[in-house]
C-alpha cells in the first residue's frame, strides 16, 4: 500500500505558490457546503508564521498567540475575508467538514448523504433519524489532483468532522448526523492511510484539535 501511494505521489506536481511555507503551518477545519470545494487561504489571523511578499522585499514576522487569539475573537458573520488563492478540486467533494495539511499534501474530511435525516417529535433522546451516509478523507496536492480516498465510521456513525495533524497523524472525529449520539475518534497514518480507532465518545463531536503546548 505504501508503494502504491509513492505511486500516486509522483503525479503530484504542486504549481509555485508564495504562501506555501505558510500553507504548510496551517492547520484548520472549515466547513463548507459547497459541492465546487475550493481552497481558501482565508486563516491568515490562524498562522504563527506569515510571508509578507512585495515588490521591493521580503518581510517575515511571527503573530504572537495572544494576538492571534484577540483577532479570532473579533470575528463574525460580517467579517470581510480575503481570498490568497483557489483552485477548482476536479473530484467530487460531497459535503465538506475539515482540511489540514501535512508536508504539502492536503487532507479533507467529508461526508457523503446517501439517505437525509428526516425529523422525531416523539422520541425522547434523538431529534432526527440517523440517516445513512458515508464518510471520507481524501488527499489531494497543492494543485488540486487527488491522490487516494479513503473511508473512515461504521453504521450509523459516518459524519467525520473538523479534522488536525500532529505532523504524523490526522486526527479525525466521526460521529452520527444527530446531536446527543456517538462518536468514533480515528488517527491516521498520513504516510500509509492506515487509519487507528483512538477511542469512542458517547456525544456527537464536531472537531478535533491538536494542543500544541501539551503535544496531545
Given at each position: 500500500m505504501i508503494d502504491d501511494i509513492r505511486d500516486d505521489y509522483r503525479h503530484c506536481i504542486p504549481e509555485f505558490f508564495p504562501f506555501r511555507?505558510?500553507?504548510t503551518t496551517f492547520q484548520s477545519f472549515l466547513r463548507m457546503n459547497s459541492l465546487s470545494f475550493?481552497?481558501?487561504?482565508?486563516?491568515?489571523?490562524?498562522?504563527?508564521?506569515?510571508?509578507v511578499l512585495s515588490a521591493q522585499s521580503t518581510e517575515r514576522f511571527t503573530i504572537p498567540d495572544s494576538e492571534i487569539s484577540d483577532r479570532f475573537m473579533?470575528?463574525?458573520?460580517?467579517?470581510?475575508?480575503?481570498?490568497?488563492s483557489s483552485e477548482l478540486l476536479?473530484?467530487?467533494?460531497?459535503?465538506?467538514?475539515?482540511?489540514?495539511?501535512?508536508?504539502?499534501?492536503?487532507?479533507?474530511?467529508?461526508?457523503?448523504?446517501?439517505?437525509?435525516?428526516?425529523?422525531?417529535?416523539?422520541?425522547?433522546?434523538?431529534?432526527?433519524?440517523?440517516?445513512?451516509?458515508?464518510?471520507?478523507?481524501?488527499?489531494?496536492?497543492e494543485n488540486g489532483k487527488k491522490i487516494k480516498s479513503i473511508?473512515?465510521?461504521?453504521?450509523?456513525?459516518?459524519?467525520?468532522?473538523?479534522?488536525?495533524?500532529d505532523g504524523r497523524y490526522i486526527w479525525v472525529p466521526v460521529s452520527e448526523y444527530r446531536p446527543?449520539?456517538?462518536?468514533?475518534?480515528?488517527?491516521?497514518?498520513?504516510?500509509t492511510l492506515e487509519s487507528t480507532e483512538v477511542f469512542r465518545f458517547?456525544?456527537?463531536?464536531?472537531?478535533?484539535?491538536?494542543?500544541?503546548?501539551?503535544?496531545r
Open positions: 511555507k505558510s500553507y475550493h481552497i481558501f487561504a482565508l486563516a491568515i489571523f490562524f498562522l504563527h508564521h506569515v510571508e473579533l470575528l463574525n458573520r460580517s467579517s470581510h475575508w480575503e481570498p490568497v476536479p473530484f467530487r467533494t460531497y459535503h465538506t467538514q475539515g482540511m489540514t495539511n501535512v508536508n504539502g499534501t492536503w487532507f479533507l474530511s467529508t461526508v457523503e448523504i446517501i439517505d437525509r435525516t428526516t425529523p422525531l417529535y416523539d422520541d425522547p433522546h434523538y431529534d432526527r433519524t440517523p440517516g445513512q451516509g458515508r464518510g471520507h478523507l481524501i488527499l489531494f496536492c473511508q473512515l465510521g461504521e453504521g450509523n456513525i459516518y459524519h467525520p468532522g473538523g479534522i488536525d495533524s446527543g449520539s456517538r462518536s468514533i475518534i480515528y488517527r491516521v497514518n498520513a504516510e458517547p456525544d456527537h463531536i464536531g472537531a478535533v484539535v491538536r494542543d500544541t503546548e501539551q503535544n
